[in-house]
C-alpha cells in the first residue's frame, strides 16, 4: 500500500515557469514532511521540510503548502531554471512509523528548458 | 561531500559472487537504513538498524544480510544475487526523535547482477 501519493510522474517547464508537485497522504499520525531533491549518479538530498503546525514554508525559490485537512502538500518551484532539472520525491513520517523511517512518494521527473 | 559515505560507488557482480556494501556516516546518528532504488519503483526500505539493532525487515530476501557493527557503520552483504537485484542502494543515517525527521543520504552504490 503506497502511504504517499506522489503526482505527476513527470513534468516539463519552461524557463522561469512555476512547477508544482503535488503529494497525499493517509496516516493522520505523520507530522514531517519533507522533499527531497536526486540528481542523476546521486543520492537524494533534503530540499525544504514543513511540520503540520505551519500551512507554508519557503525557502528561497522553493515553497511546500501543506493542508492538513485534505491531507496534502505540494512543492511550488519559482522561476524554475534548467539546473532545477532532477526528480524530486516526496516523504512523510512521524509517529507510528519505526524510528522516523520516511514513506516515499514515487518521483517526479522534472525537466526544465532553457 | 555528504555525512553519509558508501562504497563503492559501482559494483558488477556475477549470480555466484559474494560482495558486500558499505555505509559509514560521521553525523553522530543513531539509525541507519538500507533503501533500494530501481527504475520507475519507489524507494523501498530494506532495513532499518537503529543503537545498532535491527528493528525492521521489510521481507527482503534472505540473499541480501545487514550488518551494523556499531553506530556509525552500517553493511549490506550480498550472495547468489539475481539479475532482478541490480539497482541503486542507497545508505542512510538520521537521529531518531519522537516525531519524523529527516534522513541523509550517501551517493548509493549502483550494482549490476550479471
Known amino acids: 500500500q503506497q502511504q504517499v501519493k506522489q503526482s505527476p510522474q513527470s513534468l516539463i517547464v519552461q524557463k522561469g515557469g512555476i512547477s508544482i508537485i503535488n503529494c497525499a497522504y493517509e496516516?493522520?499520525?505523520?507530522?514531517?514532511f519533507p522533499w527531497y531533491q536526486q540528481f542523476p549518479g546521486k543520492g537524494p538530498a533534503l530540499l525544504i521540510a514543513?511540520?503540520?503546525?505551519?500551512s507554508e514554508k519557503k525557502e528561497g525559490r522553493f515553497t511546500i503548502s501543506f493542508n492538513k485537512s485534505a491531507k496534502q502538500f505540494s512543492l511550488h518551484i519559482m522561476d524554475s531554471q534548467p539546473g532545477d532539472s532532477a526528480t524530486y520525491f516526496c516523504?512523510?513520517?512521524?509517529?507510528?512509523?519505526?524510528?522516523?523511517?520516511?514513506?516515499f512518494g514515487r518521483g517526479t521527473q522534472l525537466t526544465v528548458w532553457p | 561531500e555528504t555525512g553519509v559515505t558508501q562504497t563503492p560507488r559501482h559494483l558488477v557482480m556475477g549470480m555466484t559472487n559474494k560482495k558486500s556494501l558499505k555505509c559509514e556516516q560521521h553525523?553522530?546518528?543513531?539509525?541507519m537504513y538500507w533503501y533500494k532504488q530501481s527504475a520507475k519503483k519507489p524507494l523501498e526500505l530494506m532495513f532499518v538498524?537503529?543503537?545498532?539493532?535491527?528493528?525492521e525487515n521489510n521481507s527482503v530476501p534472505s540473499r541480501f544480510s545487514p550488518e551494523c557493527p556499531n553506530s556509525s557503520h552500517l553493511f549490506l552483504h550480498l550472495h547468489t544475487l539475481q539479475p532482478e537485484d541490480s539497482a541503486l542502494y542507497l545508505c542512510?543515517?538520521?537521529?531518531?526523535?519522537?516525531?519524523?525527521?529527516?534522513?541523509?543520504f550517501g551517493q548509493g552504490t549502483r550494482l549490476t547482477v550479471v
Open positions: 542512510a543515517s538520521s537521529q531518531q526523535a519522537r516525531g519524523g525527521t529527516e534522513a541523509f
Open positions: 496516516n493522520t499520525a505523520f507530522d514531517y
Open positions: 514543513i511540520r503540520p503546525d505551519v
Open positions: 516523504a512523510a513520517s512521524g509517529r507510528g512509523s519505526t524510528l522516523g523511517r520516511l514513506y
Open positions: 553525523l553522530g546518528h543513531n539509525a
Open positions: 538498524y537503529s543503537l545498532e539493532e535491527r528493528v
